[in-house]
């Protein structure tokens, strides 16, 4: 069955340190991958998306993320991270099932920024 | 630019009512999608349409009804709410399948 796993629930990293933020999935073809990110009260937004060709990609506010389909894994990774970066992320893997509308998401990664 | 607009951002109702959630998308996009976020679940998919007539079910459909009678507009249907249904409601459209997603910034419910 299709899965997308986050195992981290929380993480705290210092302003300026650097960040990586795991993201294992499970699909029976090559996925279409994406990294979102919540601010509280608001609704997700899109930092990088991975449909084919390079496995490393780049997105806005400075994440990357690389696929790598050996370990069916795409880690989104910043190398210094700002107090603004404080947010939920959350890992999505798609289309699957009879429709190609259909996301499965992970269950998120809580990130909080000491100053 | 509106992109995708959710109404209301906040409602209580009382188990048993009944209620509509809106949403709207003025970038013509055909599919569109209605989520649920609960702690620790992350977002499910309750349910979807791929253009204007067309409605399928999610992971988490029962309890809700959809109709999309136009391209803009895919309002999600609480026909006698319970308290299960608690929740904060996302609304997202895209332009074709394989694009990403245009998230609306939620409507959060509770069912007391």
């Known amino acids: 069955a299709q899965s997308v796993t986050q195992p981290d629930i929380h993480i705290t990293v210092s302003e300026g340190a650097s960040l990586e933020l795991r993201c294992n999935y499970s699909y029976g073809a090559t996925p279409y991958l994406f990294w979102y990110v919540q601010s509280p009260g608001q609704g997700l937004q899109l930092l990088l998306k991975y449909f084919s060709g390079d496995t490393l990609v780049q997105g806005i506010k400075g994440f990357e993320a690389e696929f790598k389909r050996s370990q069916s894994s795409f880690n989104l990774r910043k190398p210094s991270v700002h107090w603004s970066d404080a947010a939920e992320y959350f890992c999505a893997v798609g289309p699957y099932g009879g429709a190609t509308n259909k996301l499965i998401f992970g269950t998120g990664t809580l990130l909080a920024v000491q100053p | 630019n509106a992109g995708v607009t959710q109404t209301p951002k906040f409602q209580v109702l009382k188990t048993g009512q009944s209620m509509t959630l809106q949403c709207a998308q003025d970038m013509n996009h055909e599919y569109m999608s209605w989520y649920r976020q609960d702690p620790g679940m992350g977002l499910r998919l309750i349910h979807y349409s791929v253009g204007a007539g067309i409605t399928d079910q999610g992971e988490v459909p029962n309890g809700y009804n959809v109709s999309r009678s136009t391209t803009e507009d895919f309002p999600l249907r609480l026909l006698s709410a319970a308290p299960s249904q608690t929740s904060v409601y996302f609304c997202?459209?895209?332009?074709?399948?394989?694009?990403?997603?245009?998230f609306g910034d939620g409507t959060r419910l509770s069912i007391l």
């Open positions: 997202a459209s895209r332009v074709q399948a394989n694009q990403p997603q245009h």
